[in-house]
Antibody, heavy 124, light 106 residues
């Protein structure tokens, strides 16, 4: 059974930093692109960042580019999100998500499995 | 960035009835997914490639459409289907979601 468990969320002041972790199990972690998606309270879903299985392809949403860094440790089956210069608008539940079935070209994928989420609150 | 627009925002349906949710893309996409999110839980993948059901998704869920117009149909609503549904294009970076359609009990 695929399991993704996020941790590291909490309350942080504007301008502060936080590091989220996602522990993966039930699949070969090193074979899949991993993602972070967030959801502000009462709002919809926003994709944040993606990291390919060998860390050679990285994408960020414009809203977090230059402030957030995605990384992974395949030996530890773990995904990370380092968040710096946090703002009030970064307040959200952050989900770790694994790629789902790729399209016929093998380039694009939906988000097939999601963790339970970790709440990040940025407030003074 | 491709903008995804879902309609209606809220759909009131009686158990056993059929529900049809719409999703429109601001430009043509070929990779479209639908997710279900129940209150307090993570989203769950229902449909990918516009029309393929994900693993363990009941046959009452079906997706259709192409280009810029897509739909999700729930043929006979069960109590566990009342939730928020999101469409997502994953054709272009960044992947983008619609704002969601809430399916509520009538």
């Amino acid at each position: 059974e695929v399991q993704l468990v996020e941790s590291g969320g909490g309350l942080v002041k504007p301008g502060g930093s936080l590091r989220l972790s996602c522990a993966a199990s039930g699949f070969t972690f090193s074979s899949y692109t991993m993602n972070w998606v967030r959801q502000a309270p009462g709002k919809g879903l926003e994709w944040v960042s993606s990291l390919s299985r060998n860390s050679d392809y990285i994408h960020y949403a414009d809203s977090v580019k230059g402030r957030f860094t995605i990384s992974r440790d395949n030996a530890k089956n773990s995904l990370y999100l380092q968040m710096n210069s946090l703002r009030a608008e970064d307040t959200a539940v952050y989900y770790c998500a694994r790629e789902g079935p790729r399209d016929s070209n093998g380039l694009y994928y939906p988000l097939g499995y999601w963790g339970q989420g970790s709440l990040v609150t940025v407030s003074s | 960035e491709i903008v995804m627009t879902q309609s209606p925002a809220t759909l009131s349906v009686s158990p056993g009835e059929r529900a049809t949710l719409s999703c429109r893309a601001s430009q043509s996409v070929s990779n479209l997914a639908w997710y279900q999110q129940k209150r307090g839980l993570a989203p769950r993948l229902l449909i990918y490639g516009a029309a393929t059901r994900a693993t363990d998704i009941p046959a009452r869920f079906s997706g259709s459409g192409s280009g810029t117009e897509f739909s999700l149909t729930i043929s006979s609503l069960q109590s566990e289907d009342f939730a928020v549904y999101y469409c997502q294009q994953y054709n272009n970076w960044p992947p983008t979601f619609g704002q969601g359609t809430k399916v509520e009990i009538k």
